[in-house]
């Protein structure tokens, strides 16, 4: 199969605020149709990443396994790995530099998949326990 790199990526965006707070809106689209992304961001401590908190909310995207394919180098994804057709994601994700918080719908041609938990601590170097709700 030969997957090809979208010509163009489309990209509009609103940004407003300074290095202590932030806010986004954001669309990007490529010319062929095989990526969508519509989503806003929160970001506070921009500057500071010890004290960076995001909260990123993806109203709507869209990603096609050809454009995945093109994107990862030939033979690095096992044999045992089939990609679903399309792939479709909403939902939020929040948090900081050493805390993460999900709450997301994963749709695609192989079904659903909702992710919602957290992961607390990843910063210390021991073995985590990831919480999916």
């Known amino acids: ?18 290095m202590q707070h932030s806010t986004a809106v954001l669309n990007i689209s490529s010319n062929d ?3 969508r992304i519509t989503g806003a961001a929160d970001l506070k401590n921009i500057n500071n ?9 993806i109203k709507d995207s869209r990603i096609e396994k050809n454009l995945i394919i093109s994107l ?8 045992s790995i089939r ?12 948090g900081d530099m050493n805390n993460v918080q999900t709450n997301l ?8 998949a909702s992710i919602k938990g957290y992961i607390n601590n990843f910063k210390i170097k021991k073995p985590q326990t990831i ?3």
């Open 33 to 35: 149709k095989t990526f």
């Open 1 to 18: 199969m030969s997957a090809k790199f979208p010509l163009a990526i489309n990209i509009n965006t609103h940004l407003k605020g300074n």
């Open 49 to 57: 990443p010890n004290a960076l908190q995001y909260n990123v909310v």
């Open 131 to 133: 919480m999916l709700i």
């Open 72 to 79: 990862v180098p030939s033979k690095s994804l096992p044999q």
């Open 83 to 94: 990609l679903p057709e399309i792939i479709l994601l909403a939902g939020t994700v929040k």
């Open 105 to 112: 719908l994963l749709n695609g041609s192989y079904g659903t």
